[in-house]
Antibody, heavy 121, light 108 residues
Framework: EVQLVQSGGGLVQPGGSLRLSCTVSGIPVSTTYMTWVRQAPGRGLEWVSIVFSEGRTYYADSVKGRFSISRDNSENTLYLQMNSLRVEDTALYYCARDVGAVTRLDAFDIWGQGTMVTVSS | SYDLTQPPSVSVSPGQTATITCSGDKLGDKFVSWYQQKPGQSPALLVYQDSKRPSGIPERFSGSNSGNTATLTISGTQPMDETDYYC???????????FGGGTKLTVL
């Protein structure tokens, strides 16, 4: 059974940095397509970033140049490094796995439990 | 940027059919997914590639996509279906994943 367990998050001041982790069990993170999605309080889902199995990465315009998605194959973990954080980055962040697993289908069936990031002075 | 538009709210009577739409330019040329999100929970995938259901998703959830509109249909709507629904697609022009704004389904 594939499971995603998230950690990291918390309270950070504007301009600060934070790293989110998403530990994957049941499938090698290096072989699957993974994404980060966030949800501001009371708002809808917003895509943040994606990493393809072969390593290509893409970012939402709102985070490009500030956030970085990466994988540690030895730890089987997906990361989201968030720099230059802004108040508007405050949200619940989810990691998720493509339903196709090793085949890209651009739909996500396994989600982490979410981790809250609060950017405030 | 590519936008997906959903109605903010849809109402349906118990046992009836609920229809939630998602519109975007030439959306029929893309694959659409649908998610259900209950309060305090992570999103759950209901439909992918327009009309396929992951294992464990009831048959009363179905999807279609043509022209500029994708549709999620919930047959025999139950009170437990009252929650938020999101459509999603991949925009190959911008290489961005896109979500609709979400639709709150009320069963009354």
């Amino acid at each position: 059974e594939v499971q995603l367990v998230q950690s990291g998050g918390g309270l950070v001041q504007p301009g600060g940095s934070l790293r989110l982790s998403c530990t994957v069990s049941g499938i090698p993170v290096s072989t699957t397509y993974m994404t980060w999605v966030r949800q501001a309080p009371g708002r809808g889902l917003e895509w943040v970033s994606i990493v393809f199995s072969e390593g290509r990465t893409y970012y939402a315009d709102s985070v490009k140049g500030r956030f970085s998605i990466s994988r540690d194959n030895s730890e089987n973990t997906l990361y989201l490094q968030m720099n230059s954080l802004r108040v508007e980055d405050t949200a619940l962040y989810y990691c998720a796995r493509d339903v196709g697993a090793v085949t890209r289908l651009d739909a996500f069936d396994i989600w982490g439990q979410g981790t809250m990031v609060t950017v405030s002075s | 940027s590519y936008d997906l538009t959903q109605p903010p709210s849809v109402s349906v009577s118990p046992g009836q059919t609920a229809t939630i739409t998602c519109s975007g330019d030439k959306l029929g040329d893309k694959f659409v997914s649908w998610y259900q999100q209950k309060p305090g929970q992570s999103p759950a995938l209901l439909v992918y590639q327009d009309s396929k259901r992951p294992s464990g998703i009831p048959e009363r959830f179905s999807g279609s996509n043509s022209g500029n509109t994708a549709t999620l249909t919930i047959s025999g709507t139950q009170p437990m279906d009252e929650t938020d629904y999101y459509c999603q697609a991949w925009d190959s022009v911008s290489d961005h994943l896109v979500f609709g704004g979400g639709t709150k389904l009320t069963v009354l």
